[in-house]
C-alpha cells in the first residue's frame, strides 16, 4: 500500500522537467527525421569523409534505350558555389534520339512514396547546348516501372539556375528510384536535385518526416538539447575554409548549418557518415516552437571529449568560437535589423524564437582545459545577455574523478546549471534512485541531458520510470531531464538502446519511448509524499558503492547516516567513536562494514569506507545524508 499525506506538499516540478535530446547519430537526420528523399543529393559525399563513399553514392548512371553518354563527379571551376563543390557532370551523345542520365536509390529500400502524395522536385543545373537541354525526371520501381507520370524540364543557359516541379505518386512503396535523364548532346551540370514529400511536419518546406515528428510532437517534450552529443565537440575546430578546399570531419558549427541549402557545406560527422546540414539550426529552432519546447543548443567548448581529449591552444579560434555563439544568441533571438537576427527573417521568421539556455561543452575529459574554456564563453554571454542560462557539464560519467572536478569548479564559481550523462545497467537506476537526494540545494542545478538503462527490453524500461520518480522528488535541483539517444535508423544502428526506431516509410516508439510519453504528458505540478508498505518492499540485497556520488572529494565531514525514506536510520557514524564505529540498528538486519582505517577528515577513506559498505544488508530503500563540515 502506498500512503499519502494530502497536506503534506513536496516540490515543484516545472512544466520543461521533461525533454528530448537530438543528435544526428544512427543516421537520425539525413534518411530520417529530415525528409529529403535524394540521398547524397549534392554528389559530396567523398572518401574523405567515409571510404566506401564516392561523389556517385547513392547513383547510378545509365541510359534509355539509345540513350548515350558519360557521368563523373567534378569540383572544378563550374562548381555550383565555393561551399557546395562538387557536382555532377554529364556528357550527353544523343544526337539521334534518347536520353542519358543518373538514377538515385533514396535511403533505406528506396524512396518511400505514398500514392496520391505530392513529391517537389528541385535541381540546379546549366547546359551549353545552345538550344537547351530537355531533361525528363521520372519516379520509378527497380526493374523500371512508373510510380509517376515523369516531370519535364528544359535547361537553359550555361549559368546555374533552378528548376521545380512536382511529381504525383501513383502507387504506395518504400523501393522508388528516381531518374533524372537528359536528351541531345552536350555538357549537364547537375547539383542539389532533391526530392521532398509534399506532406512534411505542418507542411513545412525543407521540412522533416510527418511520422517521425509526430512522434517526437506526441511526447509533449519541454525543451530540445541539441544537436549533440559527440556530434558537437569533436573532429577539426576550424570551420570551412575554402583556401584548403573541405576540412572534412570538423566540429559542428552552427553557422555551416543555415541560410540556403545550396550553400551549407556538407561535413562528415563523428558517428562516420555524410550530414547535409538541411536539418540545421533554423530547422531545430523552428521544429521545438512547433512542439512548443524550449531549444537548448550545445556548442563546441574547443575540448573535445569523446574519447579524442583534445584542447586548443589557438587563441584566435577560441575567441571565434566564442564570437559564434554569442552570434547564435543574436540569429535566435536579434531583432531582424541585426545580421544574424536579419538571416533568421530572411529564412522566414522575423519574430525571435526566444532562446533561453545555451550548453557549452559535452563529456569533456580534461576538466581544467574545458572549464578555463567554459568560463571564457560563459562570461562572453552574460556580459551580452545576462538573461541566458549557460549550462556547463560533468564529464562522460555519473562518478570519478573528471566529474568530480567539474563539480567542484561550477560549485565554487556558481555555475547555473551541470549537464550529467550515465548510461548503466537497469540495477543501477533501480540502486541509485536517491542519487539527488544528497545534492546541495545552493547549486548548481542538474541537467540530465543524456541518461538510459542499457537496452531496450520492458525492464529497462521499468528501471526508467522508477529512476525518474526519484528525479521528480529532486525536482528542485533536477530541472531538466532528456533520455538518449532519441532516433535510430534499423539499417544503421550505431548506439543502441534507442528511444524511436524507423526505416524509410515507417517507425515506432520503443517501451522507454511510452514511459517518456507517459511522464512527459503527465507533468505534474509538485510532488506528493508517500510512504510505501507490502510486497513492493520486500527485502532487497544492496550491493556495491552506495551514494557515493554525492561526496564531495574536498569536503570532510561530521555525520554520515544511511536511512529509510521514513527516516529510520539503519547506521549512521557521527565519528565520535573513531574510525569503523558504524552503529547498526537493531532488527534492521545484518550491516558488516569492513571499511579498514579511515578518519573523520579523510574524505578518500571515508569513500572506502562507504564503497566497502560492504553491507549485506536487507534492506530495500535508503538514502545516505551527510552532514558536511568544510568544503
Ligand atoms: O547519446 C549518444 C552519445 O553518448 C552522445 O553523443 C554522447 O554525448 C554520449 O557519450
Redesign the pocket.
Known sequence: SIEVDPDARGVEIGDRMYGI?V?D?NFAADGGLYAELVRNRSFEFLPADNRAYTGMTAWTAGGEAGGAGTAATADDAGRLNERNRTYLRLDLANPDGGRYGVTNSGYNTGVALTAGGRYDLSLWARTDAAAGTPLTVALHDEAGAPLAAPLGLTVRGDGWAKYTGTLRATRTTDRGRLSVRAAGTGTLRLDMVSLFPRDTYKGRPNGLRRDLAEKIAALRPGFIRLP????VNTGSMYGYDAASNYPRARSYQWKDTVGAVETRATNANFWGYNQSYGLGYFEYFQFAEDIGAMPLPVVPALVTG?GQNRATDDEALLERHIQDTLDLVEFANGPVTSTWGGLRASMGHPAPFGLTHVAVG??ENLPDQFFANFQRFRAAIEARYPGITVVGNSG?DDTGATFDRLWELSRATGVDMVDE?Y?NSPTWFLQNNARYDGYDRAGPQVFLG?YASQDNKLFNSLAEAAYMTGLERNADIVKLASY??LLANIDHVQ?RPDLIWFDGDESWGSTSYQVQKLFMNNVGDRTVPTTMSGPGTQPQPITGRIGLSTWATSATYDDVRVTTPDGTVLFSDDFSAGAGAWTPVAGRGTWAVTGGAYTQSDTAALDTMVAAADISATDYDYSVKATKNSG
Open positions: 535530446f543528435e547519430i549533440g552529443g559527440c556530434l569523446c559535452n563529456e562522460p550523462h548510461y543524456e538518449a539517444p548506439w
